[in-house]
């Protein structure tokens, strides 16, 4: 009889009859921390659209929404080819581009890069919103997740399908993408709103700076949980495999981040500031950015300190680029750009077995700097482009109307908004 | 029936069949000798209309016109042509050319908008947003005679500078008003003026809705 029930099981249930094996496991794990970290999309639209003002909050998510689309498309195309494909010279890939055929690992692994790719490009989104026209926006995109991210990319995260990138072959660490993910993208967000100039009367005649404030902090929390959530996945995805350096990983991940809140509220505090919900988000967000070179290869006090440390870093860059009259809707480039070299030090500082070593931070800053060196000036010349060819900056009078109503005939709150910038009547013709 | 609105009903009748400059002494006629008199004494009025055009005129067709309109609904009357109709009388014709046109309407509102908005700031902010708004003129595609003119206006008040201006114009020197009051002020308290000041306007019911200069 039990022979009989065996052979039923066996016939209705063949997946049953064998183990799953690891690299079964492997690519479930790396397909969960792939949708983790596309997850973070929905975190990055909350927080961005949260931080600006309502005129503005369709404009916001539809730059996100679409980052993971178009970002995902040209990474698939070329992107992947020029991050993963053989890298003879180790400054770029040269092969895999389009790819539709392969083996089962790598459509995973192209799946969780995907989503890296998003995250570079959107990054740029929240420090441009509320000004930079829709389509030209995403010509940046597409640009910044399709070569700007991967050449950067191939540097040092390359060895996959052979070959080895330079910075990785100097001994560059960044387990998740510090430097590699979000340096860069805040670099690309840098040049765009240094060529795009502050949104009207952010600043006054004096250089005073005047706070515009978002319109939704519930949805700023909300995606600073989701952002949180999506992160466990973004690092300890990075491991590419189910092993026991996870839980070490995602602990990590999680003690910078609290380490990044508390610190934003001490910097705070220390300057007599009132602590702000949004800076706090943002605190928590650099810790975040922060552990995500290190969060594989240091220990949880030294994570704390590096998400403390990347919190404070955070507050300060928000001042600095109050100081330089430039206007960063979201504080991206403090928390991706500023928290990301941190991060990128930190991990050199607190290496496992190699603690403060000076040969490995060097190593580190020039990686770090490297990132800059790529990004900035070819952002800058992207969007310079841009702007003189098919426009990058809205007009004042949408900036006036709001781009929800400019950009996409649609707003966001149509029964709650109570200013009255544009002409409602208008919404449905222009539709 | 009043008188505003029975002028607004000849003028809308008229309004197909004659040019603005012929209008004008027409209506001055009919508010001199037609204003009070019953309903039927239109015949005579459209016959002496007919007389001084020395033109071939439908008096069937402009006289059902004139019935409809008197008897239609007032949301469908064009706007009351009474200061045109003054300035006329007074010998102004210059100026009763400059308010009358297909943007007249728009004009209009954005006058009362613009007066609205000058209510909601502080005495000295308003100087200095005419001002701001006269130096940044020049973004504005029109010609310099229109611009110096606009700048008078912007400088010392009154209605001249707004001559001549098309409603995609006045949008875009409401949005010049705007950039200031966010240069001044802060774009916050920028988007809570202009609100106001439409919502204000809005009370008004004129002819064109403040939003359509937005």
Known sequence: MKIYLLSLCALFFPSLAHAATDVDLN????????????????????????????????????????????????????????????????????????????????????LFQMMF?????????????????????????????????????????????????????????????????????????????????????????????????????????????????????????????????????????????????????????TTSSPVLLSTTVNGSLGGLVGITAGCATMLPGFAMLTGLVAGVVVVLGMRLLDRLRLDDVVGAIPVHGLAGVWGTLA????????????????????????????????????????????????????EQRGLDYAEHAEIGYPEFNQSVTFDGAELTRRA | MSLTTRRRAIYTGLAGHFG??????????????????????????????????????ERARLYRELVGALTGPTSNLLPDPAPRVHAWRQGEGLEAEEVSGPDALARQTFDALSQALFSLLDPDMVPRLRRFAAGNLNGMQIDTELRLR???????????????????????????????????????????VLTRAVQKTERMNLQLPPQKLL
């Open chain 1, 27 to 110: 690519s479930a794990w790396v397909v969960l921390a792939s949708a983790l970290v596309f997850f973070m999309q929905a975190g990055f639209a909350l927080l961005e659209s949260g931080m600006s003002r309502a005129k503005n909050a369709v404009n916001v998510m539809m730059k996100n929404y679409m980052d993971g689309c178009v970002g995902g498309i040209v990474f698939w195309l070329v992107g992947f080819g020029l991050m993963f494909g053989a890298n003879a010279t180790g400054w770029y890939g040269m092969s895999h581009f389009a790819p539709h055929q392969g083996e089962p690992w790598d459509f995973t692994f192209l």
């Open chain 1, 347 to 398: 991990a050199g500082l607190f290496f496992t077995g190699d603690l403060f070593s000076w040969a490995r931070v060097s190593v580190q800053l020039i990686g770090a700097g490297m990132a800059f060196v790529w990004a900035f000036p070819l952002a800058l010349a992207l969007y310079f482009i841009l702007a003189k060819t098919i426009g990058l900056r809205t007009s004042t009078q949408d």
């Open chain 2, 150 to 192: 606009l700048r008078g206006w912007l400088e010392k008040g009154g209605s001249l500078g707004l001559t001549a201006l098309s409603l995609e114009h006045l949008r875009v020197l409401l949005n010049l008003l705007y950039i200031g009051l966010c240069e001044y002020l802060g774009p916050v308290t920028a988007d809570q």
């Open chain 2, 20 to 57: 603005e400059d012929e209008l004008l002494p027409l209506l001055s006629l009919w508010e001199a000798k037609y204003a009070d008199k019953p309903p039927f004494a239109l015949n005579e009025f459209l016959a002496e209309v007919a007389q001084r055009s020395g033109r071939k005129l």
């Open chain 1, 117 to 269: 790719a998003a995250t570079a490009a959107t990054i740029a989104s929240g420090a441009m919103a509320e000004r930079t026209r829709y389509a030209a926006y995403l010509v940046g995109a597409v640009v910044i997740s399709g070569f700007i991210y991967p050449i950067f990319g191939s540097w040092v995260w390359s060895g996959i399908y052979g070959g080895q990138g330079w910075l990785a072959k100097m001994g560059f660490i960044d387990f998740a993408g510090s430097t590699v993910v979000h340096s860069i993208g805040a670099w690309c967000a840098l040049a765009g709103i240094m060529v795009l100039g502050p949104r009207l009367g952010r600043f006054a005649s004096d250089g005073t700076p005047r706070a515009i404030p978002g319109h939704n902090l519930a949805l700023v929390t909300l995606g600073g949980f989701i952002l949180w959530l999506g992160w466990f996945g973004f690092n300890a995805g990075s491991t590419l495999a189910i092993n026991q350096s996870i839980g070490l990983i995602a602990l990590n991940t999680h003690l910078a981040a609290a380490c990044g809140a508390v610190g934003a509220m001490l910097a705070l505090r």
